[in-house]
């Protein structure tokens, strides 16, 4: 069961459904404070909507900071994220950020932005 604190947090700072955070640091630091934990990730691709064509990801959600932009989803996810500990799923993170992902020569990230899928067990 998610704590209120958590619940507030993701009321006030999620833009879709998916749990995607502008500030997704404090995101995960506000949810393991309170006992929560990641199952896995989903990741988007935060694209020009004029550039989705060449993105790795299909479809999503308008920036609504930024209506020239959206919010792809990927195909790529991690799952067994609830074994790892709060640093290690943020230096995951951080990797596969600066990693990007690349289908052939044609499909590339923009810049990946994390999804959440919580434990249930809570």
């Known amino acids: 069961m998610l704590s209120n604190r958590v619940k507030e947090y993701i009321a006030n700072n999620s833009f879709c459904s998916e749990y995607l955070f502008s500030d997704w640091e404090t995101f995960l630091d506000i949810l393991y404070e309170e006992g929560g934990r990641v199952s896995s990730i989903l990741w988007w691709d935060h694209c020009k909507i004029s550039e989705q064509n060449a993105s790795v990801g299909m479809g999503g959600y308008i920036d609504s ?19 790892m500990s709060l640093d290690e799923i943020k230096d995951y993170i951080k990797r596969e950020m600066k990693k990007g992902i690349r289908y052939g020569d044609n499909y590339s990230s923009h810049e990946l932005v994390p999804s959440f899928y919580l434990n249930d067990e809570l």
């Open 65 to 83: 900071e930024n209506h020239d932009y959206m919010y792809a989803e990927t195909q790529l996810w991690k799952d067994g994220l609830d074994l």
